[in-house]
């Protein structure tokens, strides 16, 4: 049987796992997610990582990769804390697919990766996103899928794990005030769950929200991939 001395050593141990595992993962939010890319040009792009999706940190070594090419990226801070850029060139091809590696803990927890995005050559014009299909890709790259699964919204699931902290979203339709409210001042509702974790003011520009609230709002079918 164990001393008091010891049960206490115990307690403080499986504690201190459980807050170095709390505190092991972040949400990396991209800031200025381009829906194109063109073909042998730079292009800058700008992401946040939070601890918990709340806590900015600074002092990380970030980078960018392009999935299935052999070519990173180091990212370097920006002006405000827990903000990074990496300067990236467009390789050629129809399209490219960025994973941005915070730099805070290991494998896949600490990597976001985007859905693919159309790479133009020089000339050529796309056609603008509908706001559900810009909100797909923002679902991605704002790191909402880290603690959201929303299975009407698969892209990347896999690479992308959600650490199941907010309520799931697969075939909801939730109000559009309500969706509105709860990305441009989520501390102005109540908290969802018991947990610690509450949902984090993003900063999202109106564009981003106007295409999150149309994903989320739509149905289904309104989003293409």
Same mark, same amino acid.
């Given at each position: ?21 709390? =505190? =092991?993962? #972040? ?6 997610? &381009?829906? *194109?890319?063109?073909?042998g040009s730079e292009?800058? @792009?700008?992401? *946040?990582?939070?601890?918990? =999706?709340?806590? $900015? ?8 990769? @392009?999935?299935? /090419? ?17 300067? /990236?060139?467009? &390789? ?24 693919? /995005? ?8 796309? #056609?603008?996103? +509908?706001? #559900? ?9 704002? =790191? ?9 919204? &698969? ?9 199941? @902290?907010?309520?799931?979203? *697969?075939? +909801? ?11 441009t001042n989520p +501390?102005?509702?109540?908290? /969802?769950?018991?947990?610690?974790? +509450?949902? $984090?003011?993003?900063? @999202?520009?109106?564009?981003?929200? *106007? #295409? ?6 739509? &149905? ?6």
């Amino acid at each position: 049987m164990l001393g008091l001395g010891k049960l206490a050593a115990a307690a403080a141990a499986v504690a201190f796992g459980a807050n170095a595992a709390l =505190g =092991g993962w #972040a949400v990396i939010s991209v800031e200025n997610l &381009p829906e *194109t890319l063109q073909a042998g040009s730079e292009y800058r @792009l700008e992401f *946040t990582v939070r601890q918990h =999706g709340e806590e $900015p940190l600074s002092g990380l070594k970030p980078r960018v990769r @392009l999935k299935g /090419i052999s070519a990173s990226f180091p990212a370097v801070a920006a002006a405000q804390p827990g903000r990074y850029a990496a300067t /990236i060139t467009v &390789p050629q091809g129809d399209r490219v697919t960025l994973v941005v590696e915070s730099g805070w803990g290991r494998g896949r927890m600490a990597e976001l990766t985007l859905m693919p /995005i159309p790479v133009l050559k020089r000339g050529q014009a796309l #056609a603008v996103q +509908r706001p #559900a299909d810009r909100g797909r890709h923002l679902f991605v790259a704002k =790191g909402c899928g880290t603690c959201h699964i929303n299975g009407d919204v &698969p892209e990347f699931a896999a690479e992308n794990e959600s650490h199941k @902290l907010g309520p799931e979203l *697969t075939g +909801r339709r939730l109000e559009a005030q309500y969706v509105r409210q709860r990305l441009t001042n989520p +501390r102005s509702l109540p908290a /969802i769950g018991d947990g610690a974790v +509450r949902m $984090p003011d993003l900063g @999202l520009a109106d564009p981003e929200v *106007t #295409a999150l609230v149309a994903l989320l709002t739509a &149905p289904r079918e309104s989003a293409t991939h």
